[in-house]
């Protein structure tokens, strides 16, 4: 962030005359003027929702992530838009905030009742959790870890098409970790249930929260090691070895996905 940001669960001493409101309809993120509102209130706006989740504080001023209900109709400057047709639209300060606002509104919204015994769940103070009323059960907010990574053999990477893409794009292997794993057994899994192939010098690269809706991609780099590609074909299309001459259509820069396949092309043009 290019402004510093301060999380945390409650406000410490006065609150900012203004605050940023992320307010969520769903999987959709309320804009005014197609801006995050920056108001003292949400209730400025025409909206009645609450005082919402505290986030921190980015540069001077407090962040409030809040859930709207379903039929709340939107002011008359304001619009209902998700967050990947937001990026590059909204400043990247605010756009990672809403990403962080949305895990956690998408949080309290499916955890109410408690998952043990079915009882109203309440809000912790001091803590992002809620507690059940009856059993005690503490459920935290959800992240779901994920691996991605770029093989490479010599100056070509593997990509593939996932069936689960809206446009004829390729990207890194990816899947979530299963329970037991650590992050480089699942590395080595997904490349082989999906391609087929087996890897070897697995390192990390870096790491990206993914809010769609509440995972965390970990990113990482390995070197092909033997096999021939052979893909599972209820996850992919297509997947091949793809040069810096000979390059498909490609994640866009919001992904650690097109950081990867970029860092990789700056080290071999």
């Known amino acids: 962030m290019t402004r510093p940001f301060e999380p945390a669960i409650q406000a410490r001493g006065t609150r900012s005359e203004r605050a940023w409101w992320f307010a969520f309809s769903g999987d959709e ?45 939107v002011p008359t400057r304001g619009a209902l838009e998700g967050l990947r047709r937001l990026f590059g639209r909204l400043d990247d300060d605010l756009y990672a905030l809403a990403g962080r606002a949305f895990q956690v509104v998408e949080w309290d919204r499916t955890h109410r009742f408690c998952g043990r015994c079915g009882s109203p769940t309440e ?19 959800r992240l779901s870890p994920a691996v991605i990574v770029l093989v490479s053999r010599g100056r070509e990477m593997l990509l593939a098409r996932n069936r689960s893409f809206p446009l004829p794009m390729y990207s890194a292997v990816a899947g979530f970790v299963d329970p037991g794993e650590s992050l480089e057994e699942a590395v080595t899994r997904e490349v082989r249930e999906e391609v087929g192939i ?9 790491s990206q929260p993914w809010p769609y809706p509440h995972s965390l991609m970990v990113g990482f780099t390995a ?8 893909i599972d074909e209820s996850e992919l299309l297509d997947a091949a070895w793809f ?20 860092s990789f092309l700056a080290r071999n043009p």
Do not use: N, Q, W
């Open 29 to 73: 993120l309320l804009v005014l003027d197609g801006e995050v509102p920056c108001v003292a209130d949400l209730a400025e706006t025409g909206l009645d929702a609450g005082p919402g989740h505290y986030l921190g504080r980015l540069g001077e001023l407090d962040c409030f992530a809040v859930g709207l209900e379903p039929e709340t109709a």
């Open 243 to 262: 040069s810096a001459e000979s390059l498909p259509e490609l994640p866009g820069k919001l992904s650690i996905a097109r950081s990867l396949i970029d």
């Open 223 to 230: 070197r092909y090691a033997s096999g021939e590609i052979a």
């Open 123 to 141: 809000d912790m103070d001091g803590a992002r959790a809620k507690r059940c009323a009856r059993c005690g059960h503490l459920a935290f907010p």
């Open 198 to 206: 087996e890897v070897a010098h697995i390192r990390y690269f870096g």
